[in-house]
């Protein structure tokens, strides 16, 4: 079955850097692949996607881009403040999401943004 | 507009109880519905999805069973709780613009 590997497991930054969180996945038909936010205590949220037809995808301090042919995905945060600071789950859809797939999820990145 | 309950939000039980979690969802039909564990934190584990009624797929083995009696509602449920089965449950649904989870259930077991 499809197996979701993401690096690294806790990662600390200066406000204002760049953060960067790599997934990689084992199956090729994938074609979803969903970042998730969690604060402590909280669900995870949905902060952007991106499926498997375009390579990257942008919203506002934050992008995904996407390897196919490497079967990995990253999440791109710039500027970093202290409020992205949370865990960050990358998930992986085997076979076609739209069809009712589910979500495979990495093991979370801790991310620490220090004033 | 769409939403997902999930409830209780915090739950306490002794070894060797029952357990029933339920989730309903309100502004769709025929959703795809999840049951996710997380434990300490990190990893969410799926361990049951259904595309509908009566449609159950179990993706580990375990001491946990769902149901989907009708359409817009899933329920978690176990006979006898095990130490092992604590842990924050989430159910989720998929959404057009992307899955979305429930608030969540804090279950320990005691």
């Known amino acids: 079955g499809e197996n979701v590997e993401q690096h690294p497991s806790t990662l600390s930054v200066q406000e204002g850097d760049s953060a960067v969180i790599k997934c990689t996945y084992s199956?090729?038909?994938?074609?979803?692949f969903p970042w998730y936010k969690q604060e402590l205590g909280k669900r995870p949220q949905l902060i952007i996607d991106?499926?498997?037809?375009?390579g990257e995808k942008k919203d506002q301090r934050i992008a995904v881009t996407l390897n196919k042919t490497a079967k990995h995905f990253s999440l791109h945060i710039t500027e970093t403040q202290p409020e992205d600071s949370a865990v960050y789950f990358c998930?992986?859809?085997?076979?076609?999401?739209?069809?009712?797939?589910?979500?495979?999820f990495g093991q979370g990145t801790e991310l620490s943004v220090k004033p | 507009s769409q939403t997902i309950h999930q409830w209780p939000a915090t739950l306490v039980q002794p070894v060797g109880s029952p357990l029933s979690l339920e989730c309903t969802v309100e502004g769709t039909s025929n959703p795809n519905l999840y049951w996710y564990r997380q434990a300490a934190g990190r990893g969410l584990q799926l361990l049951f999805y259904s595309v509908g009624i009566g449609q159950i797929s179990s993706e580990v083995p375990q001491n946990l069973s769902a149901s989907r009696p009708q359409d817009r509602q899933f329920i978690l449920s176990s006979k006898k709780l095990l130490l092992s089965d604590s842990g924050f449950y989430l159910c989720?649904?998929?959404?057009?613009?992307?899955?979305?989870f429930g608030s969540g259930t804090r279950l320990t077991v005691v």
């Open positions: 199956d090729s038909a994938s074609n979803y």
């Open positions: 998930a992986a859809s085997p076979g076609n999401y739209n069809q009712g797939g589910k979500l495979i």
């Open positions: 989720a649904w998929n959404r057009e613009k992307g899955p979305a």
């Open positions: 991106i499926r498997s037809n375009v």
